[in-house]
Structures are given as C-alpha cells and as structure tokens.
C-alpha cells in the first residue's frame, strides 16, 4: 500500500517498526514447570503491551511502541506451541535436565547450576542450558566424574 493512503510520515517510517522475528532455536523446547510458567507470564506480558499500544492515538507512535511486543509475543507464543515439559528428575545419582549439579573446576572454583530450558536459562541466577556445552559434557555422568569442557575439566561434586 503507498503512503499516500496511509497517514503516516514516510514509507520508511512504517519499515522501522516492523521488526524482524526473534531466532528460533533448532534445539527441542524442553522446560520445567516454572519454565512453562515464565514462558506464559512473558507472552501475557508482550500480549498486554501490545494491546496498550494499540491505544495510542498517533499512528507513527503506535506502531513503534508495538512493534517489539508484537514480536515477542509472536516468538513467545512460538514457544508456548513447542514447549515440552520435563518432570524434575527421579535420581540424584546422574546428571539429567532438571538436575541442580555442583562441580569444581581445576582452578579451585565452585559453582552450581541447575539445567534448565533455553528460555529460562540465566547464569548468574544459577541456571544453564541443556544446549549448552557445560551442561551437554555433565548429562549421564555422576558424582566423582571428571569431564571436559572447553580446555577445562570438571569434577562433579554433587547432584540434587
């Protein structure tokens, strides 16, 4: 449709706020339970603030203000589609998605991480993905097990 029907500034206006959809990952969409839970709140949140913007009277700045939910909400919806819950894990004896595991690095350093979904992952909150390569090297193995990642070895510690 040409500008000219449309009150709007400019064509290229109108191509600033449409964003290109959020990737995508080629991995499975495992999640636990709060997983699944923030993956609703996110998309409710996006959904409101697209309906919020669709209030603004001035058609420049509705579009702008909705463009980033309007995205979100499309690649939480996605999501929410995909989503596959996994239970807490029933052994504390390997390493599986759900699992909290503690391990030492061979520079004396400590950490745990509970293996979580890739929406949900935040490693300075304590969670990893299962995608990546940490958490990918620990799956199977049990405590007293060493194993690689990167140029570094871990020793796990402890699983819970």
């Known amino acids: 449709m040409s500008v000219a029907f449309i009150k709007e500034e400019s064509a290229e206006t109108a191509s600033e706020t449409l964003l290109p959809d959020r990737p995508i990952s080629p991995h499975p969409n495992l999640v636990t339970e709060a997983g699944l839970k923030a993956l609703e709140a996110q998309f409710r949140q996006a959904r409101d603030a697209h309906e919020a913007a669709q209030q603004l009277e001035d058609v420049n700045e509705r579009r702008r203000q909705s463009a980033a939910p309007l995205r979100d909400a499309r690649y939480f919806a996605e999501r929410l589609r ?4 996994v239970p ?3 052994s504390t004896e390997t390493v599986a998605f759900g699992s909290t595991v503690t391990f030492s690095r061979a520079d004396g350093r400590v950490q745990t991480y509970r293996i979580v979904g890739e929406d949900e992952a935040d490693p300075k909150a304590g969670s990893i993905s299962f995608a990546s390569p940490v958490a990918k090297s620990l799956m199977g193995k049990g405590v007293g097990d060493v194993v ?3 140029n570094q070895e871990l020793e796990i510690v402890a699983i819970a």
């Open 88 to 90: 807490d894990p029933a």
């Open 148 to 150: 690689g990642s990167g």
């Open 82 to 85: 995909t989503a596959q819950v």
